[in-house]
């Protein structure tokens, strides 16, 4: 089984700063990675797929990049609708199919 | 447009039984797999198995294994997840979710939730 390890668990920054979110696989799933959006009371969100590849109607600040072991989900300015639990999901090896634990962002 | 809608929330007592649905729209059903995943209160994605809606193959992850049937309805482009011997540990939202294209294990449409309680 892949296990994806999230960091950090909670990430506290203000609306307009940098988001730096991290992805890492205890073995290669190649760029075979997807990041996902959680707000409370909601269903997970895509929001990239195949490591940098952004879904239609994503906004543009949402970036991801990595390959390999190592993947990287940058908000490039945070908006207040952003600030929401992130997990990203591997589907190089299943099942089973396997998810990170999470990071929270959260307002400062 | 593309919706997946689930059934109503349940509650059970452990040991029970809970048949959850998935009613697809706006896409033709066989062509993409239904997935399941949990989310235990205040916990994490929990992948359960895939249905193929094309063939019916099925795989499923091993803590379920052998406790869970997932099934399909061509004839409604509705899916189905069967838990069986209902523990409290299994009280959690369950998702169905779309495979984005044919193989490929990326969700880009997921159901609302259906809230399972597992309560004496």
């Known amino acids: 089984e892949i296990v994806l390890t999230q960091s950090p668990a909670t990430l506290s920054l203000s609306p307009g700063e940098r988001a730096t979110l991290s992805c890492r696989a205890s073995q290669s799933v190649d760029t075979y990675l997807a990041w996902y959006q959680q707000k409370p009371g909601q269903a997970p969100r895509l929001l990239i797929y195949d490591a940098s590849n952004r879904v239609t109607g994503v906004p543009a600040r949402f970036g991801g990049s990595g390959s390999g072991t190592d993947f990287t989900l940058t908000i490039s300015s945070l908006e207040p609708e952003d600030f929401a639990v992130y997990y990203c999901q591997q589907r190089r090896n299943w099942p089973p199919l396997t998810f990170g634990g999470g990071t929270k962002v959260e307002i400062k | 447009q593309v919706q997946l809608v689930q059934s109503g929330a349940e509650v059970k007592k452990p040991g029970a039984s809970v048949k959850v649905s998935c009613k697809t729209s706006g896409y033709t059903f066989t062509t993409y797999g239904i997935n399941w995943v949990r989310q235990a209160p205040g916990q994490g994605l929990e992948w359960m198995g895939r249905i193929s809606t094309y063939n019916g193959n099925t795989n499923y992850a091993q803590k379920v294994q052998g406790r869970v049937t997932m099934t399909t309805d061509a004839s409604t482009s509705t899916a189905y997840m069967d838990l069986r011997s209902l523990r409290s540990d299994d009280t959690a939202i369950y998702y169905c979710?779309?495979?984005?294209?044919?193989?490929?294990?990326?969700?880009?449409?997921w159901g609302q939730g259906t809230l399972v309680t597992v309560s004496s």
């Open positions: 979710a779309r495979d984005r294209s044919a193989g490929d294990l990326t969700f880009d449409y």
